[in-house]
């Protein structure tokens, strides 16, 4: 898992990137483009990321 702050600056490198999926994970080395396409979203929707994980992430994979 990655920190709120480690997914903010992935996010915020993409948009600065144009949205450079590929130039995102070069400069950082993480996240997968299917993560980081997550994050945006999550992002585009609600202005901000959300801070905590669920404490049972299993309940969430059906």
């Given at each position: 898992m990655?920190?709120?702050?480690e997914r903010m600056r992935a996010v915020k490198l993409y948009i600065q990137y144009d949205l450079s999926a590929?130039?995102?994970i070069r400069e950082l080395g993480y996240p997968s483009r299917q993560n980081l396409d997550?994050?945006?979203?999550e992002y585009r929707e609600y202005e901000d990321l959300h801070r905590s994980f669920p404490s049972n992430p299993g309940l969430y994979c059906q």
């Open positions: 990655y920190s709120y702050e590929a130039a995102t997550r994050w945006y979203q």
